[in-house]
């Protein structure tokens, strides 16, 4: 746990009145009684194991080793906090319980507010069974320390300081609560409007759809929307159905696990960061795949199941969750060996959590360190398919005998996510427009312009020269090694090299549909290409929208001999 402030406590007298004492004590012969704890007699040094640290797992030979360490590791000072806060023994036994419990969870232990756990009897049940620095509390501090005139005038600050805390938190509950009422004032307005606006377009469809549901961050909350897009994009993870398809995604799971599981030799006794961890399956690949200890981050109410299944399956001590943002929180851990994220969206890039991913990267990854995956690659392939545009465009010519035309122009404005086959593809291969390779690519690089040329085959029976759009997707690569070259023409579907890197594809050459499926950039009207002409020859642009980053725009610039076509796509 990194850098925890004890210079500030709230006021809290340094002799606890007779009554909140005889209470203590009350409270602590019931938990004896019920058999949550042994009898304080009973704690001799046969008990005693090696005390363990509060934030880490290390362990020490006695209770003064431990202090040291989370002084100098830490930032935790437990002799110096005890005496500001003037703790007797039921104090010092709350304080340690509580420390102990917050990093459990994978929060920051709030010890500028002592009455947190000082008025709580839960924390005189041990959270670490049979654990040593409890056995070790004496129950008075020594005259030589108490008459230490250091220590009477580091007292004094404190109770300084704990004062003008005091009247500060008052200053600011009040305008909290001014705050507060001001905004719930505004939220009573925001919700009027926006409700009658979702009741509008309730019937709308963005082409970013699946037939599972709404695309993974564009689900809305009926009778409420978000106060900026990041609550929105979070809170669509919160749920279990996007995790159901995302784990039922066979292709995807698989292809993390089989890499992780044949790997166990680079993650064996390493420590790893999951950024974005959702309900926690990467992370427990890596702890079965014998990691040290896994940091697993989300910001989603995802994971509060993802502690749960974490603690089910009996790996708590190996991954410690934590709920933040990644570019917030701040880790026990100066570096991590590994990081393993399934960040990628629609088109690759639609949410941007790669950003997030890579302000990990560049935070918390050793210089030798591995990203997992480490290269993603995105393709482009010609688009024909017949029944496709009958089904998302001709569609709209007739519905029960009425013309709906007026709906045919968002499809050409949106990218639409589809699965394809490769009888839907004009030419026999897709042209590689980016590379992304994960352990040198700076957050700039995700907005690009880049050249593509597609082959055109010769006119025949099969193809007419017609081309109805073009169709995006991307190929995920797993390396053993940042060093590892991939081949310029391999193809993920097939890239196994026997070396334990293997990738996987979400294009229309894979083995089985991801849920990723491809993106279509259907154009405005069919384009016919001339006799003669052998190549479309453009570039791809990829710009996040400034109303929201999150959200993507794909331009389009191609030319086939004298024709020329320039179009955007949205993805919201």
């Known amino acids: 746990m990194a850098s925890v402030d004890t210079s500030r406590p709230s006021p809290v007298t340094n002799e606890l009145p007779s009554e909140e004492v ?64 003037g703790l007797d023994f039921f104090g010092k036994v709350k304080l340690i319980n509580y420390v102990r419990s917050q990093v459990k969870a994978g929060n920051q232990p709030e010890l500028n507010r002592p009455e947190l756990f000082l008025e709580d009897s839960q924390f005189l049940k041990p959270t670490l069974q049979d654990d040593a620095l409890l056995f070790g509390i004496q129950d008075d501090d020594s005259e030589e320390e108490e008459d230490d005139p250091d220590v009477l005038y580091e007292k004094e600050q404190l109770a300084e300081v704990a004062r003008e805390n005091a009247e500060r938190v008052k200053v600011l509950q009040k305008q909290l609560q ?66 159901e398809i995302m784990l039922k995604d066979s292709i995807r799971t698989d292809s993390y696990r089989d890499f992780i599981y044949d790997n166990k030799d680079i993650f064996k006794d390493k420590i790893v960061l999951d950024v974005g961890c959702g309900t926690g399956i990467l992370s427990m690949f890596a702890a079965k795949a014998g990691a040290r200890k896994v940091y697993a981050v989300d910001n989603s109410d995802i994971i509060e199941k993802a ?87 001709n569609f709209w010519n007739d519905i029960y005998g009425f013309k709906m035309s007026a709906m045919k122009p968002r499809i050409y404005d949106d990218v639409l996510i589809e699965n394809f086959k490769p009888s839907s593809i004009v030419h026999q291969g897709p042209f590689t427009f980016r590379t992304l390779q994960l352990h040198d690519i700076t957050t700039a690089d995700l907005e690009f312009t880049s050249p593509i040329r597609l082959t055109i085959p010769d006119l025949s029976n099969e193809f007419d020269g017609t081309f109805d759009g073009l169709v995006i997707y991307f190929d995920n690569y797993f390396t053993r090694s940042r060093d590892e070259v991939i081949p310029e023409d391999a193809r993920a579907e097939t890239f196994k090299p026997g070396n334990g890197s293997l990738g996987f594809t979400t294009g229309p050459w894979g083995p089985k549909y991801t849920h990723w499926r491809s993106g279509a950039l259907l154009f405005n009207k069919q384009l016919q290409v001339s006799p003669g002409v052998n190549e479309l020859a453009g570039e791809i642009t990829y710009e996040k929208r400034k109303s929201n980053p999150r959200e993507l725009i794909i331009g389009l610039e191609l030319t086939a001999g004298d024709k020329k076509l320039a179009q955007s796509y949205f993805m919201r």
């Open 22 to 85: 005889e209470s203590d004590t009350e409270d602590f012969e019931d938990l004896i009684r019920e058999n949550e704890l042994e009898s304080a007699s009973d704690w001799t040094a046969d008990d005693e194991t090696r005390p363990i640290c509060l934030f880490c797992e290390i362990t020490f030979d006695d209770s003064d080793a431990v202090w040291d360490h989370c002084v100098k590791d830490h930032d935790f000072d437990f002799k110096k906090l005890r005496r500001g806060l």
């Open 178 to 243: 001014e705050l507060q009422f001001q905004f719930d004032e505004y939220k009573d307005i925001v919700r009027t409007v926006l409700n009658r606006d979702l009741d509008s377009d309730s019937g709308s469809d963005s082409g970013c759809g699946s037939p599972e549901g709404p695309s993974r961050a564009s689900r809305k909350r009926v009778g409420n929307k978000y106060s900026n897009e990041d609550d929105h994009y979070f809170e669509s993870y919160a749920y279990n159905d996007i995790h």
């Open 307 to 393: 502690i749960a299944n974490v603690h089910e399956n009996g790996l708590d001590r190996i991954i410690q969750c934590y709920r933040g943002k990644i570019e917030e929180i701040r880790l026990p851990v100066q570096k991590v060996d590994i990081i393993v994220s399934e960040w990628m969206g629609y088109a690759l890039l639609y949410e941007a959590m790669l950003d997030s991913v890579l302000v990990a990267r560049d935070k918390y990854l050793a210089p030798n360190g591995l990203m997992v995956p480490s290269e993603v690659r995105l393709l482009v392939a010609g688009l024909r398919d017949a029944e496709f545009i009958n089904d998302k465009v």
